[in-house]
């Protein structure tokens, strides 16, 4: 005995054609198949329209672009030399200068370190 599939437009609930293609539908790192009718596929371009009419497309390869500056500003992020945190901390608590004792120092604190230190 064979299987069927039944495909159900995602907005109203009614049985769709089994040719029916799915709308890839991306917003911000989230992403969706929309299965719609052609009058819901319709309604939904003519929804967003206003919204897009001027942006630009993005293509697969300013996706892959937008990938590889992310990945580049995490390499850079992650082989920044290594500070001696604990030795800035004293200095600073030393110096008067107000620290927390965990967790990330402010760029200011550790900007009045490396000066004293150049």
């Known amino acids: ?10 907005f109203d609930g009614k049985t769709l054609n089994a ?13 969706w198949d929309l299965y719609l009718s052609s ?4 309604a939904l ?4 329209d206003p919204f ?5 497309t993005a293509t697969a390869a300013s996706t892959r672009a937008r990938s590889a500056k992310t990945r580049a ?6 082989t920044a030399p290594k500070r001696d945190l604990e030795s800035i901390r ?20 550790i900007d009045q370190y490396d000066a004293a230190h150049a």
Do not use: F, Y
Not at 39 to 42: R, S
Not at 73 to 78: D, G, M, N, P, Q
């Open 52 to 56: 897009v009419k001027t942006a630009d």
């Open 39 to 42: 009058k819901n596929a319709q």
């Open 73 to 78: 500003r995490r390499s850079i992020a992650t």
């Open 1 to 10: 005995m064979g299987r069927a599939t039944i495909l159900i437009d995602d």
């Open 90 to 109: 004293q200095w600073a608590r030393a110096n008067d200068v107000e620290v927390k004792d965990r967790g990330r120092i402010a760029q200011a604190v």
């Open 19 to 31: 040719d029916t293609k799915p709308i890839h539908v991306t917003m911000g790192s989230e992403s």
């Open 45 to 48: 371009r003519k929804a967003i």
